[in-house]
Nanobody
């Protein structure tokens, strides 16, 4: 199990943008399920976006589709989350996750929820 370090959180007004970064270390970056989850106070952790580092499709939670974009820089072992048109309901702690296992047919987000390990999180606050 490696280490994940998030950065890029902050406070913005509704309609603004932020880009989160997650640097992975301590394990081979290729062939991993990686992604972003978030948790608001009093709410359950929610899957935001995920991908397989070896290539393939990306996955998004319904509430962020069309506004958030997940991407990666493989040589830098870095995962990104570009967040545009932010809304107050996007406020929460954002966690980067990684997993090496998935059950047959699981999406990246499902694999992360079941098998993932997590960074310390970065706070995103969106004001109206």
């Amino acid at each position: 199990q490696g280490q994940l370090v998030e950065s890029g959180g902050g406070s913005v007004q509704a309609g603004g943008s932020l880009r989160l970064s997650c640097v992975a270390s301590g394990y081979p970056y290729s062939e991993m399920y990686m992604g972003w989850f978030r948790q608001a106070p009093g709410k359950e952790r929610e899957g935001v976006a995920g991908l397989y580092t070896g290539g393939g499709r990306t996955y998004y939670g319904d509430s962020v589709k069309g506004r958030f974009t997940i991407s990666q820089d493989t040589p830098k072992k870095t995962l990104y989350l570009q967040m545009d048109n932010l809304k107050p309901e996007d406020t929460g702690m954002y966690y980067c996750g990684a997993a090496t296992s998935a059950l047959s047919g699981q999406t990246a987000l499902q694999a992360l929820a079941r098998f993932g390990w997590w960074g310390q999180g970065t706070q995103v606050t969106v004001s109206s």
